[in-house]
C-alpha cells in the first residue's frame, strides 16, 4: 500500500511529488500520458511566475517535471476513473482505464480543469495566436491593441476591466443581454469608455492568415452578420473541473470543483485536493504549486495524527 497517490502531473501534482518525496513518502503520481504537464503546456509565454518572466509554457512544464525526476519519485501512466474506500476506512483503492488498481493510504487530487470552448471555426488554429482562455496570463501581449472577449459571467466582467486598462478597446460579445456577473462589476464596466458591450452576438468564426485579425459575429435576433476587427479574442465562458472520477467520493461545489480552502482538506479524511480542480477565485500556476505543497504539508499531518 502506497502513502500517497497524487492524480495528476500539472504545477499541483508536480509541486505535491517534489513536496512527497521531501516528506519520504511512499508515492506514486498517476498521468494520464507520459508527460502531462497540465494547462500550462500550452501557453505561448508565461509573464507571471516569479523568476522565469517570459518562459514558454513547454518549457515551463519540462523544468518542473525534471526537478520531480531528480529525485525519482515514480510516475504511472493511466487515467484514474474510480476511488473507493478501503472497508477499513484507512485507505483508498484506486482503479485506472486499464483495470489495474492501487492501495494508499492518502490521495492528493490534482487534476485541473479546463476552460470551455466555443467550438467554432478558427479556436484552435488560431490557440496561442491570438485566442486566449485566460486576460491575466496573455492581456500583456495585447497592449494598445483591440480585442474581443466573449461571455457573461464574473471572470469576463473581471478580465475586460482587466483588459481595458491595457487594451485601446474592448468588445465584450455575449449571446443575451442579461449578464452572470456580479452587478457591481456590470456597473464598472458600463462605465469604462473603451468597452463596448455587444449583447445577442455570437461567434460564427475566427479570421486571419497567421494571426487573429477578425471575428465574424452574427446578431442571433436580427441574423445581422458583421466583421469585427481585432487582433485577440478571449474566451470567458467559464471552466470545466476534471472531477468526474471522484463524484460521490469528495464534496463539490455545483460546478464539480472540490470544496477545500488552502490546505487541501476535502471533507473526506484522507483525500486532499490542489491546483485548479479546488474551490478557489485565483487559478494560476503560483497558486497550483503553493496548493501543492499546502496538500502535502496537510497529508503528513494528517498521517501523523492517525497514525499511518
Ligand atoms: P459562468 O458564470 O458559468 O459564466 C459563463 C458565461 O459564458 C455565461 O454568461 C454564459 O452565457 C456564457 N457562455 C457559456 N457557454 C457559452 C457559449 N458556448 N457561447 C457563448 N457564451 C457562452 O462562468 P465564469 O464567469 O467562468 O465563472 C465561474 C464561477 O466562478 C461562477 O460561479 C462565478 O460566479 C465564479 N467567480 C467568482 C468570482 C468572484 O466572486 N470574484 C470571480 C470569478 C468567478 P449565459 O449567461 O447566456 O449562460
Request: net charge negative.
Amino acid at each position: 500500500m502506497k502513502d500517497l497517490v497524487i492524480i495528476g502531473s500539472g504545477p499541483a501534482g508536480l509541486s505535491a511529488a517534489v513536496y512527497a518525496y521531501r516528506g519520504m513518502l511512499d508515492v506514486t503520481v498517476v498521468e494520464k500520458q507520459p508527460f502531462s504537464g497540465g494547462q500550462i503546456v500550452n501557453t505561448e509565454q508565461v509573464d507571471n511566475y516569479l523568476g522565469l518572466c517570459g518562459i514558454n509554457g513547454f518549457d515551463m512544464g519540462m523544468k518542473f517535471r525534471e526537478h520531480v525526476d531528480s529525485f525519482n519519485v515514480p510516475f504511472t501512466e493511466g487515467e484514474v476513473i474510480g476511488i473507493e474506500q478501503l472497508a477499513d476506512k484507512k485507505g483508498f483503492k484506486l482503479t485506472l482505464d486499464d483495470n489495474d488498481t492501487i492501495e494508499t493510504k492518502t490521495v492528493l487530487i490534482a487534476t485541473g480543469a479546463s476552460h470551455k470552448k466555443l467550438g467554432i471555426e478558427g479556436e484552435n488554429k488560431f490557440a496561442g495566436a491570438g485566442v486566449s482562455y485566460c486576460a491575466t496570463c496573455d492581456g500583456a501581449f495585447f497592449k494598445n491593441k483591440e480585442v474581443a472577449l466573449v461571455g457573461g459571467g464574473d471572470v469576463a466582467l473581471e478580465d475586460a476591466l482587466y483588459l481595458s486598462k491595457i487594451c485601446k478597446k474592448v468588445y465584450l460579445i455575449h449571446r443575451r443581454e442579461g449578464l452572470r456577473g456580479a452587478k457591481v462589476l456590470q456597473e464598472k464596466m458600463k462605465k469604462t469608455e473603451n468597452i463596448e458591450f455587444l449583447p445577442f452576438y455570437e461567434i460564427e468564426s475566427i479570421n486571419g492568415e497567421n494571426v487573429v485579425e477578425s471575428l465574424t459575429i452574427v446578431n442571433n435576433k436580427t441574423k445581422e452578420k458583421k466583421e469585427l476587427s481585432v487582433s485577440g479574442l478571449f474566451v470567458a465562458i467559464g471552466m470545466e473541473p476534471h472531477t468526474d472520477f471522484a463524484k460521490g467520493i469528495v464534496a463539490m461545489d455545483d460546478a464539480g470543483y472540490i470544496k477545500a480552502s488552502e490546505d487541501g482538506i476535502t471533507d473526506t479524511p484522507g483525500i486532499f485536493v490542489a491546483g485548479d480542480v479546488r474551490t478557489k477565485n485565483l487559478r494560476q500556476v503560483v497558486t497550483a504549486v503553493s496548493d501543492g505543497a499546502n496538500g502535502v504539508y496537510s497529508i503528513l499531518s494528517y498521517m501523523e495524527k492517525e497514525e499511518i
